[in-house]
């Protein structure tokens, strides 16, 4: 979140009257250095709840709010995002509108997120808000949780997530190359090798 968009969610928080501005002020000075959100700190502080700082930023972003406890997953949502980008992003994909990913995440401000997901999966996607905890516990319904007994790894296995990694490649360069042509930047005999 930018500098604009803390102050800004500080000064939602006092004038909701959920926080002083002394503790918005402590906060920013202290969070600095943790590299966490302003939002997030607050609550590992103790100075907020989860659901306080959910509530201020679906108010302040205009982003809906969801329940992930009270959602049942869709698989071929879930099947959309590998397990391994939604646990290194926190974010969990639970629901498909029409060709639209509904995403929760807890910082819906990571725009490369959603430009990531739109590409992988060719399907639009939006945000939804969720508490951290809640992303966590959906995290793990969905894909399993990551203390489970890992498999063991074998040479073939380590050949076929090499092959996938290029197969996801060359799907994220051939979307940037139709986005380009399809925005006019660029034609398609630029990527004649690519085509």
């Not at 659901?51 to 302040?60: A, F, N, P």
């Not at 646990?87 to 629901?95: E, G, I, K, L, M």
């Amino acid at each position: 979140m930018s500098a604009m968009a803390k102050m800004m969610l500080g000064e939602l928080l006092v004038g909701a009257g959920l926080v002083s501005e002394e503790q918005v002020l402590a906060a920013l000075r202290a969070q600095r250095g943790s590299g966490l959100p302003l939002g997030i700190y607050l609550v590992r502080s103790g100075v907020l709840n989860e659901t306080e700082l959910i509530s201020v930023l679906s108010q302040q972003l205009e982003v809906g709010i969801v329940d992930l406890d009270a959602v049942i997953l869709q698989d071929d949502a879930v099947k959309k995002i590998p397990p391994e980008y939604a646990r290194a992003n926190r974010v969990v994909p639970f629901r498909m509108e029409a060709r639209t990913v509904v995403v929760a995440t807890s910082d819906p401000t990571r725009e490369e997120v959603l430009d990531h997901v739109r590409v992988t999966t060719h399907c639009d996607a939006r945000f939804m808000l969720a508490s951290p905890a809640g992303i966590d516990r959906a995290i793990d319904r969905a894909y399993g949780s990551p203390n489970a007994p890992a498999t063991p790894s074998n040479t073939s296995r380590a050949a076929v997530s090499l092959e996938q990694r290029i197969a996801n490649l060359e799907i994220a360069v051939t979307s940037i190359i139709d986005l380009l042509v399809g925005h006019e930047l660029a034609k398609e005999e630029d990527f004649p090798s690519l085509k």
